[in-house]
């Protein structure tokens, strides 16, 4: 989700392929063995397969809504929040929207854990509370949103009635009821060999 955030903001235009993880293509492995998604290949055959790495290439391509400026600005603190929320955010989003996955897991325990981690983001100089995502994206928001996303759909009641973050259920709410959103959930037929050519972002 994010990568596609990423291309769509920055006008970046490629052929898009969905697979299904189960059924990964042949094609896709020998461009990434690790078979995992997003995987860019450009044309001068260098293969990017990893989201923040794919971001801010087409990002540093072209930036027309000062996407990366919190990124050239705090980029220690940047990096720092990306690392918690793809490592310890995630650890704990896993144990917490898929315990069953896991033995002897407490789900409870690790949405704490989780909340505790977006409670740190908002006091975080690079969270700004007075800023609109819609018209004014960075880094850190689509970056980090889709995991937000993600901990809301665990329990969206317990989250949109329960959960203390004011700041983070405005945050998603902006994002869940932008443009943006629902552009880049647009659902495509799952590639096969023979499939013809489809872009993304559609025009």
């Avoid at 072209?62 to 980029?75: F, L, S």
Wanted: hydrophobic letters at 40%; proline letters at 6%.
């Amino acid at each position: 989700m994010r990568a596609r955030m990423a291309i769509y903001l920055s006008s970046f235009s490629c052929e898009i392929r969905e697979v299904h993880l189960s059924q990964k293509p042949l094609e896709m492995i020998k461009l990434s063995p690790k078979g995992t998604v997003p995987v860019l290949l450009l044309p001068t055959g260098r293969v990017i397969d990893e989201s923040m790495d794919l971001m801010k290439y087409v990002l540093s391509i072209n930036n027309p809504m000062g996407i990366m400026t919190d990124y050239t600005q705090n980029k220690d603190e940047v990096d720092r929040m990306l690392y918690i929320f793809d490592n310890k955010f995630k650890y704990h989003l896993d144990r917490y929207k898929y315990s069953s996955r896991y033995e002897k897991v407490d789900p409870l325990e690790h949405r704490q854990k989780a909340l505790k981690i977006l409670e740190a983001l908002t006091v975080s100089p690079i969270f700004d509370t007075n800023k609109n995502f819609i018209t004014n994206p960075k880094l850190i928001d689509i970056s980090l949103l889709p995991f937000v996303r993600q901990y809301r759909i665990a329990d969206p009641e317990w989250f949109d009635t329960e959960m203390p973050c004011t700041e983070i259920k405005n945050w998603l709410s902006d994002f869940l009821d932008s443009k943006l959103f629902n552009e880049i959930m647009i659902k495509y037929k799952r590639w096969e060999a023979l499939s013809e050519r489809v872009y993304f972002p559609p025009n």
